[in-house]
């Protein structure tokens, strides 16, 4: 689509630990491409896609950084503008999803409050090793107003459907802010995330075009 006119810019990144498929998440919807030996991501990346909703244009600027403690020092800049993020884990690493807690909780200090999470489950091509069932994830999203699903990166297996399902709900969101806020209440579910204001990321958050790696300063 290039050369025409973009109605959105949304950023959305990709946290979690190391090796739970973030990057082969990210290469699938970006590019449709697989790798059976990727190389573990040092530092940042970033991809773009851009998709019609609604017959608006929006273009999705996906972040990933390595899920490793050394590079915790991109977190401020990593997460500055960010209107979305996949929370990811790998179904068959227990740890991975044991951990999840902790990456919420530095989301939630870094991101804007009104961030749109979704939690991933990655790697569910590989069933025969699940180490973590579908009912504790949901309990847990449900438990922390998340959107949730199940991927395969290896498979195409609803990854497409994942960024689709953030993506929307961002459009939708900002598309409302001629409603009034709702006010509070106890039942508020991920679907509905009522009174939420977005800041789309301005010009000065604008990403160079090259497509290289690019380190936080």
């Known amino acids: 689509m290039a050369g025409e006119k973009i109605d959105y810019v949304f950023k959305v990144v990709l ?18 491409e697989f790798s059976l030996d990727s190389k573990a991501t040092i530092g940042v990346e970033f991809q773009t896609r851009t ?3 609604q017959s608006k244009s929006v273009k999705a600027q996906i972040w990933d950084t390595a899920g ?18 996949l929370l990811v884990y790998d179904i068959t690493k227990r740890q991975s999803f044991d951990h999840i807690p902790r990456w919420l909780e530095e989301l939630r200090g870094h991101a804007d409050k ?10 569910s091509d590989l069933e025969s090793q699940r180490a973590v069932t579908t009912e504790d994830a949901t309990e847990f999203a449900q438990k922390e107003n998340l959107f ?3 991927t395969s990166a290896l498979e195409a297996t609803n990854v497409e459907n994942a960024f689709q399902t953030i993506l929307t709900e961002i459009f939708n969101i900002i598309n409302k802010k001629n ?4 006010p509070q209440s106890n039942n508020v579910n991920a679907a509905s995330l009522p ?9 000065e958050q604008e990403i160079p075009k090259s497509k290289t790696c690019c380190q936080a300063s």
């Open 179 to 182: 409603l009034p806020s709702a």
């Open 114 to 123: 009104n961030i749109v999470i979704m939690l991933v489950g990655n790697k």
């Open 195 to 203: 009174g939420k204001k977005i800041v789309i990321p301005g010009p």
């Open 15 to 32: 946290i979690g630990d190391s090796a739970v498929g973030k990057s082969q998440i990210l290469a699938r919807f970006a590019r449709n």
């Open 68 to 85: 490793q403690e050394r590079y915790r020092a991109v977190t401020s800049a990593y997460y500055r503008g960010a209107v979305g993020a």
């Open 148 to 150: 949730f699903l199940e």
């Open 51 to 53: 998709l019609a909703i």
